[in-house]
């Protein structure tokens, strides 16, 4: 088997990124206050204006993962000719989740959270490959994996349980990608 020339290069242009952007810590930070910001909401408003609440403020999330990364010395909009373009597709890509939530909020709203978390959880998983991180995989199966359990196990949507097994989740993540930067930074 030959392997293609210029796998070396890629390789090395990926790391360069994980370490421009410091593996885009801020970003599962960033998702950890927002399911706590959740947790609170449904606790205290009615369903649907906790949820709508919880929709809006899905905006801040990418601005305030942006500040934390640039406070971690990370640049989220680092620049790759190579990669640039896989990552804004990522990005894109949860465009495409927001009309099953939407459809899940006005038919069974007591689902929404089970769905923003598992969804907008599973586009980490790419992350885990870009940024050579465990992190991020972890955040995307434990999801899947801890919050299905529960719905099949409990036999309900597990609505003022989701946000807090989502926060637990990102906690995790947040601390493995904290020691995965500390590693990358000593390495200079």
Not at 101 to 123: D, I, K, M, Q
């Amino acid at each position: 088997m030959t392997l293609d020339p210029t796998l070396p290069d890629f390789v090395s242009e990926r790391r360069r990124l994980s370490r421009a952007t410091m593996k885009g810590i801020g970003m599962p930070v960033a998702g950890l206050l927002y399911w706590i910001a959740v947790a609170v909401l449904l606790r205290t408003l009615p369903m649907k204006t906790a949820l709508l609440w919880c929709f809006i403020m899905t905006g801040p999330v990418f601005p305030l993962g942006y500040a934390i990364t640039r406070a971690f010395g990370g640049d989220l909009f680092a620049k790759s000719t190579t990669l640039t373009p896989i990552g804004i597709q990522l990005a894109a890509l949860q465009l495409f989740y927001w009309p099953i939530v939407v459809v899940v909020y006005r038919f069974t709203p007591e689902w929404t959270p089970f769905t923003l978390a598992v969804l907008f959880g599973s586009h980490f998983l790419p992350y885990g490959w870009m940024y050579e991180s465990r992190a991020y995989p972890f955040l995307t199966v434990s999801l899947g994996v801890v919050l299905s359990a529960g719905a099949i196990i409990t036999g309900s949507a597990m609505y003022l349980v989701v946000p807090i097994v989502a926060a637990a989740c990102y906690l995790v993540a947040a601390v493995m990608l904290a020691m995965e930067v500390t590693v990358l930074r000593r390495a200079g």
